[in-house]
């Protein structure tokens, strides 16, 4: 007689894996609830590397050519393609190898989310040097760098450092790990080289991540990836009238999605339900999103036969793409189980 899986299981799962099971076939069932428990269990590290190394070609690109219309005036505009081309190196590396994955990807991460920071505060000082710097905010903001661009570069350090704690989908499940003798945790160099203090609590939320317990964090990376999402397809949409209706579905699905996000932090229920169905729309948005973009660059003189030209001057094509990866976080989100009480 075959095994059914605990009950607690399959109770905690969210609803949209629910429904999804008793579509798809049996086999492609066990495949999804095998998936569905290695992602509860923390087991995930070789998927997310992958998934983090698409995330910074997405941002390394994007940053690249906005970059470029901005003639790279200040060396320090090349900061985040070179660290977005050694987080994918580093990313990919870390499906391989354990070294790279407990040592140089975070590190990486780390230092691609602090130019995020960086970043931040420089655009923030270049629209102020705009004439009429903050007087004129709105014109400013709408004319001038990408606000929240940076911050979307270090959401892809954020995933970077998670898949640095996670274990592998070949280790093993938590009930097993205990009962092995002998067998020695290792943590990340760079944890060494901090104070005592910071690292007991830090060594906690390790811990909660290797064992798939950080539900409450990811739902607040969720709302803040969905904020700044939301800003930038407000002020880029608005740069252009807002010409077509299906312009405002990002702007009106963005405070769902944080909604849904902050609600995780303290709902089980919101993070079963609502947050589930608001990113699984949202990452269906940003790929509707890809199309129209695709379809305005095809529709600028010269189309696609001066690709590289209608690129740099059309509409954003990778914008929708981050604002997709906004709906993973939440569905990632929905999968993982809460930290301990």
Same mark, same amino acid.
Request: some cysteine.
């Given at each position: *007689?075959?095994?059914?899986?605990? *009950?607690?299981?399959?109770?905690?799962?969210?609803?949209?894996?629910?429904? #999804?099971?008793?579509?798809?076939?049996?086999? #492609?069932?066990?495949?999804?609830? $095998?998936?569905?428990?290695?992602?509860?269990?923390?087991?995930?590290?070789?998927?997310?590397?992958?998934?983090?190394?698409?995330?910074? #070609?997405?941002? @390394?690109?994007?940053?690249?050519?906005?970059?470029?219309?901005?003639?790279?005036?200040?060396?320090?505009?090349? $900061?985040?393609?070179?660290?977005?081309?050694?987080?994918?190196?580093?990313?990919?590396?870390?499906?391989?190898?354990?070294?790279?994955?407990?040592? #140089?990807?975070?590190? *990486?991460?780390?230092?691609?989310?602090?130019?995020?920071?960086?970043?931040?505060?420089?655009?923030?000082?270049?629209?102020?040097?705009?004439?009429?710097?903050?007087?004129?905010?709105?014109?400013?903001?709408?004319?001038?760098?990408?606000?929240?661009?940076?911050?979307?570069?270090?959401?892809?350090?954020?995933?970077?450092?998670? $898949?640095?704690?996670?274990?592998?989908?070949?280790?093993?499940?938590? &009930?097993?790990? &205990?009962?092995?003798?002998?067998?020695?945790?290792?943590?990340?160099?760079?944890?060494?080289? *901090?104070?005592?203090?910071?690292?007991?609590?830090?060594?906690?939320?390790?811990?909660?991540?290797? &064992?798939?317990?950080?539900? @409450?964090?990811? @739902?607040?990376? $969720?709302?803040?990836?969905?904020?700044?999402?939301?800003?930038?397809?407000?002020?880029?949409?608005?740069?252009?009238?807002?010409?077509?209706?299906?312009?405002?579905?990002?702007?009106?699905?963005?405070?769902?999605?944080?909604?849904?996000?902050i609600g995780t932090i303290w709902s089980r229920t919101i993070a079963r339900t609502l947050l589930p169905i608001t990113s699984l729309l949202a990452a269906i948005n940003g790929m509707l999103g890809l199309y129209y973009h695709l379809?305005?660059?095809?529709?600028?003189?010269?189309?696609?036969?001066?690709?590289?030209?209608?690129?740099?001057?059309?509409?954003?094509?990778?914008?929708?793409?981050?604002?997709?990866?906004?709906?993973?976080?939440?569905?990632?989100?929905?999968?993982?189980?809460?930290?301990?009480?």
């Amino acid at each position: *007689m075959k095994a059914k899986p605990p *009950m607690h299981v399959v109770q905690t799962w969210p609803l949209p894996a629910k429904w #999804l099971q008793r579509l798809l076939p049996a086999p #492609l069932a066990q495949e999804e609830r $095998t998936i569905i428990l290695h992602i509860r269990e923390g087991r995930f590290q070789r998927s997310l590397a992958v998934i983090t190394a698409c995330a910074s #070609l997405l941002s @390394g690109l994007e940053v690249a050519y906005e970059h470029y219309i901005g003639s790279y005036s200040q060396k320090i505009m090349y $900061t985040p393609v070179i660290l977005c081309c050694g987080h994918i190196l580093s990313s990919i590396g870390a499906i391989f190898n354990r070294w790279i994955a407990r040592i #140089l990807l975070p590190v *990486m991460s780390l230092l691609l989310a602090l130019d995020g920071v960086v970043g931040f505060f420089l655009h923030i000082r270049g629209v102020q040097r705009k004439p009429g710097g903050w007087r004129l905010p709105i014109f400013n903001i709408v004319m001038g760098p990408p606000l929240f661009a940076p911050l979307l570069i270090a959401t892809s350090g954020f995933l970077g450092l998670i $898949t640095s704690f996670l274990r592998s989908e070949n280790a093993l499940p938590p &009930e097993l790990f &205990e009962h092995v003798k002998g067998v020695r945790r290792r943590f990340p160099l760079w944890m060494d080289l *901090m104070p005592k203090a910071p690292v007991r609590e830090l060594l906690s939320t390790e811990q909660d991540i290797r &064992e798939g317990r950080f539900q @409450g964090l990811m @739902g607040g990376a $969720t709302a803040l990836s969905a904020f700044f999402s939301g800003a930038e397809a407000l002020y880029s949409h608005y740069k252009n009238n807002f010409t077509y209706k299906i312009e405002w579905t990002p702007i009106l699905l963005s405070p769902l999605v944080m909604i849904a996000g902050i609600g995780t932090i303290w709902s089980r229920t919101i993070a079963r339900t609502l947050l589930p169905i608001t990113s699984l729309l949202a990452a269906i948005n940003g790929m509707l999103g890809l199309y129209y973009h695709l379809r305005g660059i095809s529709r600028r003189p010269g189309g696609f036969k001066k690709f590289l030209y209608n690129l740099l001057y059309g509409p954003p094509i990778f914008a929708p793409l981050l604002f997709a990866s906004t709906g993973f976080l939440g569905l990632l989100a929905s999968l993982l189980r809460r930290t301990r009480p």
